[in-house]
């Protein structure tokens, strides 16, 4: 009898780790461990789920929108603090937020509390109800249990960049809740939102969850799970961590130069899967950032062509070039870009790299491979591409905010829907991610999947411009809604990847603070059977567009004026200080101080400096809208005349003259008082300081 030879035991090994664990079935039960298990093995997703589930959201979307066919609602926009219903319990009401049959498991929670609308967080009571129990299995305050470490640490339990200031932060728990039989969730405060005013805290969340058939067993999570299961969460949160190809995978290398409008191609004989896929453009700075656009990955795997699309957006860069990891992306600092998507193919498979571009280009691959079992739940891989290229916003009359659906792929056939990337090029200072998505699944009226934003969608918040990156979702580039340039964010999915067995429609609303035009480029991928049709086509043309570059916006400036956002905090007594920026407002320098959420009493002190003591004139041009207070300013101790109604039915600024004062040489005072508001005012008592005119009266 021979014995086996190396290379059979490393394809053994190989086809263990891509296969890994099975998902329960029989007389095994889905638990905490089977689907941290699952979250690490990449092959799963490539076949057709064993056990079956469906995959669906509960969140905080504007409950008036009912139905595409109703235009009006359909677009509304007031996603904050919407919940299933209210209840009375021992006392105190409670809000529910997701209430769902088992067995089934909670595979993603995000929220966001606070922002641009809310005052002040309160940090209120989360509940998670298992199995019908009345005491909650799952109790605390909200930021300690999403990623404060009360269940578990990051990646699986974390916010997004810590440069960006806490209460813009989104929040992430992707550590799995499973359920035998029922999952409630509520949520308790007294200082949530009145829907339409912006007052007090304001919730918004998605909980992404998944649904099995009765006749699954699952063991319900609990706390003691955590401690039972303590070296497999540390272990699976260093692999999220850190990826990898398997070790004993084989690799073909191929590097040379590629002409313009030339291609070269590589071929692989089946059964077999690509494990890793990785790119290297050798070239400036300039030429790499064309070179991502106009460089098209192509991939036909037993003869059906199922990707194509530009490697910088493959590779979730979009054409701006940034080192950053996730769980199935990663870009070196060497230019090296790697993805870790499981490819199988049964016959045989065809990698192809078309330049479109007008420049040669010097480039490196490589493909690793390893063994794969072809059989009747083996999918492909598929990644799209299209881009509205100077599409114009707020176009969609009658809709809220001008807003329309973009389709970002729709599938017909049986298979997975696994993640996307999408890059934007901004064409005007405004905000361009307001819109939700909505996920239609196997012929639904209404989508399973509606979402509260699309920088929520794609795990952080209220147009955060800071880079972060973590295994599920990533923000590479981005400079926020106050910049005319590119962004790029990426969502993929693990656990919460959804099954089709029909179709599936992934609409994402485009909604613009602004009229203006963008750039809207959203890549698809996604797992399907073999013959399934794909409503993205390939776009060569838009492929070799130029890119956009930054703009650099000059702010409109008054010569000689103090800048309100330059002027030092002294002090303040409530509320929160912050720069205001936004060119349309008509602010000096596009800025200005922002006084928000404090109250009636609270003060705010201003350090102005002055070269020359003696008499001056004072102007301030401050805002007003619809949220601000009545204020009293002094200056150096000296109250102005009267005090100010700042209420407006809408934003805009004008200059007051606020009196003659002495002020010294260096270091003068201004202080603002809150002392009301108008009847008509939302209670935010809001304060806005454009800049300070002073004008020296002659003695």
């Not at 909670?106 to 989360?126: I, K, M, P």
């Not at 949530?192 to 006749?215: F, P």
Request: aromatic share 10%; proline share 5%.
């Amino acid at each position: 009898m021979k014995r086996p030879s190396a290379i059979v035991g490393l394809q053994v090994l190989s086809l263990a780790l891509v296969m890994g664990a099975l998902p329960a079935r029989g007389d095994d039960a889905i638990s905490l461990s089977t689907l941290l298990n699952e979250m690490i093995n990449r092959g799963h997703l490539a076949r057709l789920p064993q056990p079956a589930y469906t995959c669906r959201q509960a969140s905080s979307y504007d409950r008036r929108a009912t139905s595409p066919d109703k235009k009006e609602s359909w677009f509304a926009n007031g996603d904050a603090s919407q919940f299933i219903r209210t209840e009375d319990r021992d006392g105190h009401k409670e809000f529910v937020m997701m209430d769902a049959e088992g067995p089934g498991a909670v595979v993603r929670f995000w929220s966001t509390w606070n922002g641009a609308r809310g005052g002040e967080f309160s940090n209120g009571t989360l509940r998670i109800y298992l199995d019908g129990n009345t005491k909650p299995t799952v109790e605390g305050h909200i930021a300690d249990i999403l990623d404060g470490g009360a269940l578990t640490g990051p990646p699986l339990s974390e916010s997004v960049s810590p440069l960006t200031p806490y209460r813009y932060r989104g929040h992430n728990l992707y550590l799995p809740l499973p359920y035998a039989k029922h999952c409630k969730i509520t949520y308790s405060t007294k200082a949530l939102n009145d829907q339409g005013t912006g007052l007090n805290e304001a919730l918004y969340y998605q909980i992404v969850y998944r649904t099995y058939d009765k006749a699954i067993k699952v063991k319900p999570f609990s706390m003691a799970e955590l401690e039972t299961n303590k070296a497999l969460i540390d272990r699976v949160q260093k692999q999220l961590l850190h990826p990898e190809a398997p070790s004993d995978a084989q690799s073909q290398q191929r590097e040379g130069t590629l002409g313009a409008g030339e291609s070269e191609d590589i071929s692989l004989d089946g059964p077999g899967a690509i494990a890793a896929l990785s790119i290297r453009l050798n070239l400036g700075e300039e030429d790499r950032e064309q070179a991502l656009r106009s460089t098209v990955f192509e991939a036909t795997f037993d003869g059906e062509r199922t990707v194509w699309c530009p490697i910088g957006d493959f590779f979730g860069l979009g054409h701006k070039f940034v080192p950053y990891k996730t769980w199935y992306t990663e870009v070196a600092e060497d230019g090296k870009m790697t993805c870790f998507w499981i490819m199988p193919y049964e016959k045989e498979c065809r990698l192809t790299v078309h330049n479109l571009g007008s420049k040669s280009i010097d480039i490196a691959g490589e493909v690793k491979t390893i063994p794969w079992k072809w059989d009747d739940r083996s999918m492909h891989f598929h990644s799209t591409w299209h881009q509205l290229s100077d599409v114009k916003t707020q176009t969609n009359k009658g809709a809220d905010g001008g807003a329309f659906d973009v389709n970002y792929v729709t599938v017909k056939g049986p298979g997975v829907y696994v993640g996307d990337t999408l890059t934007v090029f901004n064409g005007k200072t405004g905000w361009w991610g307001e819109g939700d998505e909505k996920i239609f699944v196997d012929g639904e009226s209404f989508p399973s999947h509606f979402g509260t934003g699309s920088e929520d969608y794609y795990g952080y918040a209220w147009s955060n411009p800071n880079m972060f990156a973590s295994p599920f979702h990533a923000q590479p580039y981005g400079q926020g809604a106050n910049h005319v340039d590119m962004a790029t964010n990426s969502r993929y999915r693990e656990l919460d990847a959804i099954p089709f067995t029909k179709s599936i429609k992934f609409d994402m609303e485009l909604w613009h603070s602004q009229a203006t035009t963008v750039d809207y480029a959203p890549a698809t991928f996604f797992y399907a059977v073999p013959g399934a049709t794909v409503s993205v086509k390939p776009d060569p043309e838009a492929a070799k567009l130029p890119v956009k570059h930054a703009v650099a916006t000059s702010a409109f400036r008054i010569p000689g004026v103090l800048e309100g956002e330059d002027l030092k905090i002294v002090s303040t007594t409530g509320g929160q200080t912050e720069t205001q920026s936004g060119a349309d407002f008509h602010w000096s320098g596009d800025g200005q101080l922002w006084w928000l959420d404090g109250k009636v009493g609270d003060k705010l002190a201003i350090e102005f400096k002055v070269k020359k003591a003696g008499r001056y004139k004072v102007t301030a041009n401050l805002t007003k809208a619809a949220d601000y207070g009545i204020v009293q300013i002094s200056v150096n101790g000296q109250k102005a005349a009267k005090k100010l109604d700042r209420y407006h039915t809408s934003v805009a600024n004008d200059s007051i003259d606020l009196g003659t004062f002495e002020l010294k040489k260096g270091a003068n005072q201004l202080e603002v008082e809150i002392v009301g508001c108008n009847e008509k005012a939302i209670k935010r008592y809001m304060f806005g300081l454009d800049y300070l005119k002073l004008e020296a009266v002659a003695e």
